[in-house]
């Protein structure tokens, strides 16, 4: 599997759980805002979603 399709089926998975917000997904796979307001204004980082979707993650079976 290649990265890109790695990160494809995290945020597919990711997302469609439905536990967190769409914008900690985008930022834990490292993907930039790309409306340059918006990069500008928010800057919130989501680390309490974040942590636990990582050990949503470890704890898959794989």
Known sequence: ????GFRA??????????KWHPDAIEQQLGHIEGNDVRR????GEHW???V?????????PR
Do not use: F, I, K
Request: proline residues 3%; glycine residues 4%.
């Open 48 to 50: 309490s979603e974040r």
């Open 1 to 4: 599997m290649t990265a890109h």
């Open 40 to 43: 500008a204004y928010v800057r």
């Open 52 to 60: 636990p979707m990582m050990q949503y993650w470890s704890d898959r």
């Open 9 to 18: 089926m995290a945020a597919t998975l990711l997302n469609e759980c439905g």
